[in-house]
Nanobody, 124 residues
């Protein structure tokens, strides 16, 4: 059974950092792309970053240079290192996996499995 579990969210001040984790089980992580999404109240879910099975990374323009996605296949975990956090980064963050496999789909609808989300709040 495929399962994705996010952790690492919390309340931080602007300029601080957080590292989110997405622990995967029920499948072989290195065969699949993993994406990170976020959703703020009243907003649509938006793509933040994705890492393909080969390690190619993608970032939304709003987080480029501040966020870094990585994967540890031995630990079956994908990380999202978030630096220089801004209040507009406040959202519930989700990781997701496309059943199609190795590449990063462009839209959320193409991801088949989702975690339960972890809250990130950036506020002074």
């Amino acid at each position: 059974q495929v399962q994705l579990v996010e952790s690492g969210g919390g309340l931080v001040q602007p300029g601080e950092s957080l590292r989110l984790s997405c622990a995967a089980s029920g499948f072989t992580l290195d065969h699949y792309a993993i994406g990170w999404f976020r959703q703020a109240p009243g907003n649509d879910r938006e793509g933040v970053s994705c890492i393909s099975s080969s390690g190619t990374t993608y970032y939304a323009d709003s987080v480029k240079g501040r966020f870094t996605i990585s994967r540890d296949n031995d630990k079956n975990t994908v990380y999202l290192q978030m630096n220089s956090l801004k209040p507009e980064d406040t959202a519930v963050y989700y990781c997701a996996m496309p059943e199609s496999g190795k590449e990063c789909p462009a839209v959320a609808a193409e991801y088949d499995y989702w975690g339960q989300g972890t809250q990130v709040t950036v506020s002074s």
